[in-house]
């Protein structure tokens, strides 16, 4: 099950995202330093086009 569009959540009034919170997530996502062997991304797993959800039943160890 893939999702085709992206699904806009709307933040509350009083906390809307900066560009440098939209920055970290990113560089959260696609670095591969999270991982307990440093070599796979978040994003292997956890994918934009799958709105971000373990679809992929991802499953890495040393």
Not at 12 to 35: C, F, H, M, Q, R
Not at 47 to 56: L, N, Q, R
């Amino acid at each position: 099950m893939y999702l085709r569009h992206s699904i806009r959540v709307k933040n509350p009034i009083n906390n809307e995202n900066t560009k440098d919170e939209v920055a970290l997530g990113k560089l959260l996502l696609y670095n591969p330093i999270l991982s307990s062997c440093k070599v796979i991304a978040c994003v292997t797993c956890y994918h934009p086009s799958t709105g971000y959800a373990d679809f992929f039943r991802c499953v890495h160890r040393n």
